[in-house]
């Protein structure tokens, strides 16, 4: 019986969700200010950095993965290497030929 | 459940309370849309790969195309979708809480957030076309080459988000009016939950389009 009601995950407190809300918010300021300091190469690079950090709390928090059980992380690092060997296989055509 | 409660595991038939209660697993529930999440991250990845190939071979072009759009507006969108992404996943967390009308108010705030995302989005698409920048405009087709392909991108990609916030919209729909029928309840939360999860990861693919398209110049 036990099984059979098993909570998908339990719930978070309100508060950890606005924390997280402000940390998004701040890095979004932070990436749009950097945006206007005069930086060429490193622009797109630290823009992706901020992005990525923000997606990671997104994905943490606000879809829960810090709280499921590991299978959900398992899952998703099999798709970030299946993405990865079609970024690598499409850049090492790209890049030299 | 009463006439059986007195019965001990050994005699009752694991098959007659299953007959009683209607069948409902949250876990595979939530696996089945991680999974769809996953074929959505490699639809965009694909996209991703194809921006990312095509601003290494045109970067000049990409980043003048960059700096023609509005990036105050781009930040704009950025927050209300976090925003919302805020009140989806607080509306969640009260749903868990049985707080119903809690969990209505975040859904409503959440949809007037999705749509103020796509007014914005409409202004502007609105405007690049006022000013004669769409695919295969005269405009167009006089910019140089990496410019047409940062617009096509520009249009494909944020349309393509776009349709999924659209969809997104729909599901918290649905989600209100199952709250209303009774059929998302505490104890009854995938449909929502998965509701969240979906809105989550469009609000984590804008979180990437946004500084592609707009702080690249």
Redesign the interface.
């Known amino acids: 019986m036990a099984a059979q009601?098993?909570?998908?995950h339990p719930?978070?407190?309100?508060s950890l969700?606005?924390k997280?809300?402000i940390a998004?918010?701040l890095l979004?300021v932070l990436?749009?200010s950097v945006?206007y300091a005069n930086m060429q190469q490193a622009?797109?690079l630290t823009?992706?950095m901020?992005?990525a950090v923000?997606?990671l709390l997104?994905?943490l928090?606000?879809?829960h993965i810090r709280f499921e059980r590991l299978?959900?992380t398992y899952?998703i690092i099999v798709?970030i290497v299946?993405?990865g060997i079609?970024?690598s296989l499409?850049?090492s055509d790209?890049?030299y030929r | 459940m009463s006439p059986h409660a007195a019965l001990t595991p050994d005699t009752l038939a694991p098959h007659a309370s299953a007959a009683h209660a209607e069948h409902y697993d949250?876990?595979a529930c939530?696996?089945g849309m991680?999974?769809f999440l996953?074929t959505e991250?490699?639809l965009f990845?694909?996209l991703f790969?194809v921006f990312?190939?095509y601003?290494?071979?045109h970067h000049f072009d990409f980043a003048s195309g960059s700096r023609q759009l509005d990036?105050?507006l781009g930040?704009a969108n950025?927050?209300i979708l976090?925003?919302s992404?805020?009140t989806?996943?607080?509306a969640i967390?009260a749903m868990?809480?049985s707080n119903r009308r809690l969990s209505v108010a975040l859904l409503t705030a959440t949809l007037l957030l999705g749509l103020a995302f796509l007014g914005i989005k409409a202004h502007e698409w609105h405007h690049k076309f006022e000013h004669d920048l769409y695919p295969r405009s005269a405009t167009m087709l006089a910019n140089p080459y990496g410019q047409q392909v940062f617009y096509g991108l520009y249009y494909t990609m944020t349309g393509l988000h776009a349709l999924h916030v659209i969809v997104g919209c729909g599901a918290i729909v649905s989600a209100m009016v199952l709250i209303r029928l009774g059929r998302v309840r505490a104890?009854r939360?995938?449909f929502i939950?998965n509701t969240?999860?979906y809105w989550?990861?469009v609000?984590?693919i804008w979180?990437?389009l946004?500084?592609?398209f707009?702080?690249?110049?």
């Open positions: 009601h098993e909570k998908t719930p978070v407190p309100y969700y606005f997280v809300w998004l918010i979004t990436t749009v945006s622009r797109i823009a992706l901020i992005a923000k997606i997104v994905v928090y606000f879809m299978l959900y899952m798709v299946t993405y079609f970024v499409t850049f790209y890049l | 949250p876990v939530k696996i991680w999974l996953f991250v490699l990845g694909t790969i990312a190939v601003l290494t071979l990036k105050l930040a950025t927050m976090l925003t992404s805020l989806m996943a607080l967390a868990q809480r104890d939360i995938a939950d969240g999860l989550h990861l609000d984590a979180i990437l946004f500084p592609l707009y702080l690249i110049g």
